[in-house]
């Protein structure tokens, strides 16, 4: 929402992968980074391809940290599962088969993050209430696209908001 003031987050759609009463986590979907994967993966971690896909920036903990969420359910055993066929997970072996694979049209979808991005115990549950963020349902179509700069704009339509109707207003501190 507008009045979310904290310039990570602003104008970002985030996917949540944990929300209990532990905390929430996630990782922003519009933020793309100029770094290349072999970058990230260093000499440590050689490829056997070279590869040109994107990385995106998941939010500001642990920025050193890799993530992919994707649908191959062949990973499935390395991954957490956010929904039937959708996974997430931050093992290097996975990140290093999904690239090697190859972006292949009909196969499974992908997307790189760096970083996550973390709530500890009720501060999620508080910004919503205090009218910080809108939830969605997840879709596959959003978290997959291509276009981050039209992310935010096109997650708020999905589910009938009009981006220019929304109104900055003061946040209050939830009791």
Known sequence: MPQLQDPNFF?????????????????????PLNVSVKEILGDSSPLKVESTLKVYWG???ENQRGWIVHEDTAMAAQSME???????????EVWKKMIESGKN??????RFFLGYS???????????AGSSWVTAPLSRDLIFDG?????WVRSLRSIGVDPATLAATPQTEAN
């Open 11 to 31: 104008q970002t759609t985030t996917l949540l992968s944990a929300f209990t009463k532990d905390g929430a986590m996630g990782v922003i979907l519009n933020r």
């Open 82 to 92: 956010l929904e039937a066929g959708l996974y997430l997970s931050s093992s290097t």
């Open 118 to 128: 973390g709530w500890g115990p009720g501060q999620l549950e508080r910004e919503i």
């Open 105 to 110: 049209p009909g196969g499974p979808r992908y």
């Open 59 to 61: 939010g500001p903990v």
């Open 147 to 151: 276009t981050p700069h039209t992310l």
